[in-house]
């Protein structure tokens, strides 16, 4: 806004009014992605360790659900939950992988996220597996103590 319109001074209260636009534009956007984490994972770190594609990829989906994303455990930090991912198969002939997601605190080592979802149901590739498996994680209920 280098010259006002109409060959007048620019009216101070315009441009305020348009920071505090922006302003609340952009706290809204952030309030969102706040608002999509369940409140059990609130306030946690997610510790992705392994560097291979599909690790990665679990690690861009995680950031792009709002999460704080590391690869390394750091004392002292707030708190973090690893990601422990797995595929499983039961015994038989016609029976599918799944995929299993696990979201353990690192300091009490209990489970505060869990989720499953069958491999044949999504995309071959890593991308298509982490966005699948991180939305049946954020949508799951916390897994109950046996």
């Known amino acids: 806004m280098a010259d006002a319109v109409g060959g007048r001074a620019a009216d101070p ?25 369940p409140a059990a994972l609130r306030g946690y770190e997610i510790l992705v360790e392994r560097g291979d594609p599909e690790s990665a990829e679990m690690a861009r989906a995680f950031r792009e659900h709002g999460f704080r994303v ?14 422990i991912v797995f595929t ?11 995929l299993h ?25 890593p991308r298509a597996r982490a966005d699948a498996g991180i939305r049946a994680l954020l949508r799951a209920p916390l897994p109950t103590p046996p």
């Open 13 to 37: 209260r315009v441009n305020a009014l348009w920071r505090l636009g922006v302003m609340a534009s952009c706290l809204g956007v952030v309030a969102c992605g706040a608002a999509r984490i």
């Open 70 to 83: 590391r690869g390394a455990v750091r004392g002292g930090s707030r708190p973090t939950a690893a990601l």
């Open 101 to 125: 997601l696990r979201l353990a605190d690192t300091r009490t080592g209990e489970i505060i996220g869990a989720a499953m979802i069958p491999l044949d149901s999504v995309g071959p590739t």
């Open 88 to 98: 499983f198969r039961e015994p038989g002939r016609d029976t599918a992988p799944w």
